[in-house]
T-cell receptor
Framework: KQEVTQIPAALSVPEGENLVLNCSFT??????LQWFRQDPGKGLTSLLL?????REQTSGRLNASLDKSSGRSTLYIAASQPGDSATYLC???????????FGTGTRLKVLA | EPEVTQTPSHQVTQMGQEVILRCVPI?????FYWYRQILGQKVEFLVS????????KSEIFDDQFSVERPDGSNFTLKIRSTKLEDSAMYFC??????????????FGPGTRLTVL
C-alpha cells in the first residue's frame, strides 16, 4: 500500500532553533513531493515542490531535500520563529496516479 | 498571481440535504481534483477530473458524490444526501498540463462543510 508518514507528530522548540521535519514514503516511484503549511482551521499553503529528478529546493529559511531511493524527504527550517507555528504536511503523487497522498503532518510550536 | 477559488467558505446543512461545493480552477489548467480533510485527520483524495470525465476516484467517492464542470470555469462537487460524517473541509485543486502527475497541484482555500 502506498503510504506517507511524518515524524514527529508534534514538536515544540524555543525560538531561534534550527529544526528538521521528516517525511517518508513507501514507494520510490514518485513524480514529485510537495511540502505544505496548514494553520488551524485553514487551508493549505504550498511551501516547496521538489521534482523527482531534484535533490533539494530552497525558499528563504526553508530547505527541502529528497532522497527517492530511501523514500525520504526532510524539511529544514532555519532560525525558527513563533510565526512558523503550524502543521506541516508533505504530499506525494506516486507514479501511475496523479492523486496526492498526504502524510498526517507534524504540528510545530515555536515558543517565544 | 492566479489562484484557485472556492465558494462558499463555510456551508451548514441538515443531514439528508444536497449540497454543491463550487470551485474555480486556474484558467489554463486541465486537471481538477477534490480532497477532503475531516477535523483532526489527514487530507484524503476524493476524485480527479480531466477532459470532462473522472480519471480516478477513491473508495470514499461513492454514489452520493458527483462532480461536474458545468461551464468553462467552474468545477463542482455535489453531495446528494449529506451524512454527519461528511462534515469536513473540502479542498479543490488544479494542475496545468498533460504531464499530470509531474505538475504542481494548486489548492483552493477550502469549504468547511458542517452537517447537522
Amino acid at each position: 500500500k502506498q503510504e506517507v508518514t511524518q515524524i514527529p507528530a508534534a514538536l515544540s522548540v524555543p525560538e531561534g532553533e534550527n529544526l528538521v521535519l521528516n517525511c517518508s514514503f513507501t514507494d520510490s516511484a514518485i513524480y514529485n513531493l510537495q511540502w505544505f503549511r496548514q494553520d488551524p482551521g485553514k487551508g493549505l499553503t504550498s511551501l516547496l515542490l521538489i521534482q523527482s529528478s531534484q535533490r533539494e529546493q530552497t525558499s528563504g529559511r526553508l530547505n527541502a531535500s529528497l532522497d527517492k531511493s530511501s523514500g525520504r524527504s526532510t524539511l529544514y527550517i532555519a532560525a525558527s520563529q513563533p510565526g512558523d507555528s503550524a502543521t506541516y504536511l508533505c504530499a506525494v503523487p506516486f507514479s501511475g496516479t496523479y492523486k496526492y497522498i498526504f502524510g498526517t503532518g507534524t504540528r510545530l510550536k515555536v515558543l517565544a | 498571481e492566479p489562484e484557485v477559488t472556492q465558494t462558499p467558505s463555510h456551508q451548514v446543512t441538515q443531514m439528508g440535504q444536497e449540497v454543491i461545493l463550487r470551485c474555480v480552477p486556474i484558467s489554463n489548467h486541465l486537471y481538477f481534483y477534490w480532497y477532503r480533510q475531516i477535523l483532526g485527520q489527514k487530507v484524503e483524495f476524493l476524485v480527479s477530473f480531466y477532459n470532462n470525465e473522472i480519471s480516478e476516484k477513491s473508495e470514499i467517492f461513492d454514489d452520493q458524490f458527483s462532480v461536474e464542470r458545468p461551464d468553462g470555469s467552474n468545477f463542482t462537487l455535489k453531495i446528494r444526501s449529506t451524512k454527519l460524517e461528511d462534515s469536513a473541509m473540502y479542498f479543490c485543486a488544479s494542475s496545468e498540463s498533460l504531464a499530470g502527475g509531474e505538475d504542481e497541484q494548486f489548492f483552493g482555500p477550502g469549504t468547511r462543510l458542517t452537517v447537522l
